[in-house]
């Protein structure tokens, strides 16, 4: 696929570009980029309080509130990966990073994450955008006067993108940022089903079923569900666990109708918001034959690839004193629609 060259400063949209990313010697493996930030990388400091927003449905969920949002320059809204909460490191680090830029940052949640299981039956998954939306308008009238932007990772960069599509008339996101984005659920399914990969399923297969299990230990499950818990801790893929529940808790036919109506990919030449999608080709998560053609995106989307990055890593620096690309991209980027001049991030900046 052939990439036209970007500047940190332009964006190209409807464009399909090759980023200005360029991975350091000693982080050019994929599973380098993508775990060393996890589990080595020291986590910026980052004060904040849990609000709890009620939903239509009785439900809720837990909202971290950083920053002061009468003073801020904008705010912020962040939506995390799968089983992920504000603790998984980019979500945290991210948050600081915003707030050192003068925003004030709302993370949401999805139901059921961050430490506090939810009241219903229902979970999150790939495609669900309600709760977001209704999020949204909350913000929008509570803090009618505050500009607003909106970033997602993984799973929840497949969510922003697929609610931007659904909601092209909208005013309260003045522009987003989607970060490794699954293009194709059925195909980053099948992908980390296979090689090393296999090791990061099983990791969130572990937390997914855990958190089923003690749903189903709390609440009647046996009108909505066909497996009982026993079968529930012998699931091993994604693909099983959708089938068997993300499906049937949600409204879908089965995993390939759950994948097939909710994977970006189809949704990306609805949006009308300045969107900006940040991707690896060397993604452990997915192959980079799911990343679309410029013929699927709208004239307000632009898709930034580069060689290595892993996913959700984007690492640059040196071993003992790394930094993340994206968090200077997101703010060279925000700053436009945020009015705001974008501050440099030091390779001294504390991590």
């Not at 904008?74 to 603790?87: A, Q, W, Y």
């Not at 099948?190 to 090393?196: D, L």
């Not at 569900?225 to 693909?239: C, E, G, I, N, P």
Request: aromatic share 12%.
């Amino acid at each position: 696929m052939p990439y036209k060259s970007q500047t940190q400063q332009n964006v190209r949209y409807g464009e399909i570009v090759k980023s200005d990313f360029t991975a350091p010697w000693w982080a050019k493996n994929r599973h380098v980029q993508t775990l060393y930030p996890r589990l080595a990388q020291k986590r910026r400091k980052l004060d904040y309080h849990i609000e709890k927003l009620p939903l239509p449905d009785g439900d809720f969920v837990n909202l971290v509130m950083a920053g002061d949002f009468e003073k801020a320059t904008g705010i912020m809204v962040m939506f995390h990966g799968l089983e992920g909460s504000i603790k998984s490191h980019y979500a945290n680090d991210m948050a600081a990073n915003f707030l050192a830029q003068g925003y004030a940052v709302v993370l949401m949640h999805f139901r059921g994450c961050g430490g506090e299981h939810n009241n219903t039956h229902r979970a999150y998954h790939s495609g669900e955008t309600q709760d977001a939306w209704f999020l949204l308008n909350w913000l929008e009238k509570r803090y009618p006067q505050k500009r607003k932007a909106a970033i997602g990772f993984s799973l929840g960069a497949n969510m922003l993108l697929k609610l931007l599509s659904e909601q092209p008339s909208q005013k309260i996101v003045q522009a987003a940022i989607a970060v490794s984005t699954p293009f194709n659920l059925a195909a980053c399914t099948k992908s980390i089903g296979q090689g090393f990969a296999k090791i990061y399923q099983a990791h969130l297969m572990k937390s997914l079923v855990t958190n089923m299990l003690f749903k189903m230990k709390k609440m009647d499950f046996s009108g909505l569900l066909k497996v009982t818990d026993s079968q529930v801790k012998q699931f091993k893929s994604f693909r099983e666990f959708d089938e068997h529940v993300t499906a049937p808790l949600h409204g879908f036919l089965g995993a390939d109708d759950y994948y097939q109506k909710c994977s970006a990919q189809s949704f990306l030449k609805e949006i009308s918001t300045p969107t900006l999608v940040l991707h690896a080709k060397d993604d452990p998560f997915m192959h980079e034959s799911i990343i679309p053609s410029a013929d699927a995106l709208s004239s307000k989307v632009c898709i930034e690839v580069s060689e290595n990055g892993g996913h959700v890593g984007f690492m640059q620096g040196t071993p003992w004193r790394p930094s993340i690309w994206m968090q200077q991209r997101a703010n060279d980027f925000f700053a436009p629609f945020m009015a705001c001049k974008p501050k440099q991030l030091s390779s001294d900046s504390p991590l």
